[in-house]
């Protein structure tokens, strides 16, 4: 009953009226901002912090949440409907997402992102409630060689989608993880690959990389081939039903629980878990060599694998002060600003504001439902605009936020570059989202390698010695043998038949 009655005093605290307003603004900011192509939900975060500097902490944490929600989710309406990733972690839901659009059915698949997402978001919420010190004291043997296991496999999971092209998708894979080294060395601070040009010591942003590759690429290939967009002018398809839901019910159970284990991981965040969700759904399912042509499974097991990991985020930061994320330091920043000092005293000091805290979240995952098809309805409209309009349109969100997220000039010629690559690559047939992957999780890589071998002196067996490190290398040994096993198999069966016809 202590238990009970603590979580009904958090809902009082996130009802009440100007606790429950903040929480719908930031709702609709999340959305809003993960839809828009370059504009993240975390600039939206760290643009919304001075704002909270006169909240209370519970209103504070309840307006920066809801963002967090409402963001993650937010970057599947542009990925459904134009192909263009609003965020990293919605980069799965172009696969089978977009796809499902130019069938005529974008209304069904954005209903899919809906129920899937809100379903992951609620039990990451629900288990952030419930589960919370368990898990905190298990993601505390967590360490680099744990977090570069888990972004490796995140980057073997490109053979899972790379569908009969593997060797194409790992070369495109080391391709961008070879863009992502460019820059200033994370353990020397030395410059390299950057040919004495200064703006390149910043390095090559993969939001900017995104944009160029999906947004810029698109609108080139729509420019070019002037495609009939009716499909796109159309009503947007049927509803979901019941039974669409029951079909991919197995498919949400298995993306929520990836991403609830995925996301209480420090570091390895949204992205991570989505990728990993997608590639594992393709083993899973029945229908595994069917995706990326507008599977509904395929969209609904990294919708549900990415809202996961955000309940599973605040796990970490609420029970042990560590962020696990770029969107959970700045709520970290939010609560030590409010004199909240998060971490296990927190749970006896101040348990009402950890409650209301965890009730804010639940709340938000149930009104983002809500909250997402009102915005969803207005990027609808999208889809009746004439194609120069809307290629014109995309063309100048593009620019500006690639332009936006360092306030850079040179961001926006390095995104018309990658839009000029993306359409090469689209032509020809060269995958482009192993290139993504490579350069949002190769420098993770690199920087956890590292960080592991300055940690441990040089022990390269570290990764292999600690259980959870090894146990999750060899899930991803497994993962690949599993993936490449059609390939394998007929180069094991053919010496034996060979070998019968000569011996008859």
Request: proline residues 7%.
């Amino acid at each position: 009953m202590e238990v009970f009655d603590l979580i009904v005093t958090g809902f009082a605290g996130a009802l009440q009226p100007f606790n429950f307003m903040v929480l719908v603004i930031g709702l609709l900011v999340g959305v809003i901002a993960g839809a828009l192509p370059g504009i993240s939900f975390v600039n939206a975060m760290a643009m919304a912090l001075p704002f909270t500097y006169l909240m209370q902490p519970i209103s504070a944490m309840a307006f920066l949440g809801g963002i967090y929600a409402g963001g993650v989710f937010g970057g599947s309406i542009s990925s459904i409907l134009i192909n263009i990733p609003g965020t990293p972690a919605s980069l799965p839901s172009c696969w089978d997402g977009y796809p499902l659009t130019r069938k005529g059915q974008s209304r069904r698949a954005l209903q899919i992102a809906i129920v899937a997402s809100a379903t992951g978001g609620l039990f990451s919420a629900l288990l952030l409630t419930f589960a919370a010190p368990p898990f905190a004291r298990f993601a505390l043997r967590f360490d680099q060689p744990e977090f570069f296991a888990a972004t490796v496999l995140g980057l073997l999971s490109v053979i899972a989608i790379a569908k009969d092209a593997p060797v194409i998708s790992m070369l495109s894979l080391f391709i961008g993880m070879l863009i992502g080294t460019i820059g200033v060395d994370p353990m020397y601070g030395m410059p390299r690959f950057t040919f004495g040009t200064d703006a390149m010591q910043s390095g090559i942003n993969f939001t900017v990389v995104m944009i160029g590759l999906f947004a810029i690429g698109e609108v080139v290939d729509l420019i070019v081939e002037k495609p009939d967009l009716s499909v796109r002018k159309g009503p947007g398809g049927q509803s979901l039903s019941g039974r669409d839901v029951w079909a991919i019910k197995g498919s949400i159970a298995r993306g929520t629980g990836i991403g609830s284990m995925i996301g209480m991981i420090p570091g390895a965040g949204a992205t991570v878990g989505a990728v990993i969700a997608y590639g594992v759904e393709k083993q899973a399912s029945g229908r595994g060599r069917e995706f990326g042509t507008g599977v509904p499974q395929g969209l609904a097991a990294p919708e549900s694998a990415k809202n996961a990991t955000t309940g599973a985020a605040l796990i970490p930061l609420l029970t042990l002060g560590i962020p696990g994320s770029a969107a959970t330091a700045i709520m970290l920043a939010a609560m030590m600003l409010h004199g909240v000092n998060p971490g296990p005293l927190l749970f006896t000091t101040d348990v009402t504001t950890v409650y209301t805290i965890f009730a804010a979240m639940i709340l938000a995952n149930l009104l983002m439902i809500v909250a997402a098809v009102f915005v969803a309805r207005g990027f609808s409209t999208l889809m009746r605009t004439p194609p120069a309009i809307l290629g014109a349109f995309i063309i100048v969100l593009s620019v500006i936020g690639a332009f936006g997220v360092r306030n850079n000039f040179f961001d926006v010629w390095v995104c018309l570059a990658f839009g000029v690559l993306g359409y090469v690559m689209k032509r020809t047939g060269f995958p482009s989202a192993p290139m993504v992957l490579g350069v949002i999780l190769g420098p993770l890589a690199e920087r956890y390698f590292l960080t592991s071998l300055a940690t441990y002196e040089n022990n390269y067996l570290i990764f292999f010695q600690r259980p959870i490190s090894a146990t999750i290398l060899g899930l991803a040994g497994l993962f690949i043998l599993w993936s490449l096993w059609p390939l394998i198999q007929p180069l094991l069966s053919g010496p034996q038949r060979k070998s019968r016809k000569g011996f008859p």
